[in-house]
């Protein structure tokens, strides 16, 4: 089945510098990949989603390439900052109406 | 943009009640899914619901839970009886469907409490 598979645990940063968190998946369709951020006691919230033209997403800094050669969707970012310390999800949806299914989540803590 | 509402906000129950969660979907979605994140954890899936019909459920999803929507009004998810390893936060989610199935608009939670 579906699955998608994230950089584990915490990933730690100092602010400034540059932001990559892995995410690749497995399907045996075309699937559409989405990354939500979920804030400390909030609710997740979608960043980005993968566009069927080959354009790259862009929302607040962060971006993400869908690569189908390597079935990888990583989200990046070129500087930190420290209001991007949050927990960080990678989905991926079949667009054909199945429940999309979320990576177990990569937290991300920047300091100062 | 659009809101999914999620009634309480936090609920302390005592073991073995029964307690009902609601939540009122985006007004034009079609589908609507329930996860649970325990404190400090990650986001796990229960449900997802479409016409009237539970779609798909994981393992998490015990026979103690149950979900519906009763003449388009509040989604639910009841559990009956609960347990203390049911202490959680539970995110309602919907979702309109289709080429945006994985975008998901989901609600503050609901904090519940069993002791």
């Known amino acids: 089945g579906d699955s998608v598979t994230q950089t584990e645990g915490l990933v730690t940063l100092t602010e400034g510098l540059p932001v990559m968190l892995n995410c690749t998946y497995q399907?045996?369709?075309?699937?559409?990949l989405f990354w939500y951020v979920q804030h400390l006691n909030e609710a997740p919230k979608l960043l980005l989603k993968s566009f069927t033209d080959n354009k790259r997403p862009e929302h607040q800094g962060f971006h993400a390439t869908l690569h189908k050669s390597s079935s990888s969707f990583h989200l990046q970012k070129s500087s930190a900052q420290l209001s991007d310390s949050a927990l960080y999800y990678c989905?991926?949806?079949?667009?054909?109406?199945?429940?999309?299914?979320f990576g177990a989540g990569t937290k991300l803590s920047v300091k100062p | 943009g659009p809101k999914v509402l999620q009634i309480p906000s936090h609920q302390i129950i005592d073991m073995g009640q029964m307690v009902t969660l609601n939540c009122d979907p985006v007004?034009?979605?079609?589908?609507f899914y329930w996860y649970k994140q325990i404190l400090g954890q990650q986001m796990e899936f229960l449900v997802n619901?479409?016409?009237?019909?539970?779609?798909?459920k994981s393992k998490l999803f015990k026979d103690q839970f149950s979900v519906e929507r009763p003449d388009g009004s509040y989604f639910t998810l009841k559990i009956q009886p609960t347990a203390l390893e049911d202490s959680a936060v539970y995110f309602c989610?919907?979702?309109?469907?289709?080429?945006?199935?994985?975008?998901?608009?989901f609600g503050e939670g609901s904090k519940l409490t069993v002791l």
């Open positions: 007004s034009n979605h079609l589908y």
């Open positions: 399907s045996t369709y075309s699937p559409f």
């Open positions: 989610a919907s979702s309109l469907g289709g080429r945006d199935t994985g975008q998901l608009y």
């Open positions: 989905a991926l949806s079949d667009g054909d109406n199945n429940a999309p299914r």
């Open positions: 619901f479409y016409n009237g019909k539970v779609m798909e």
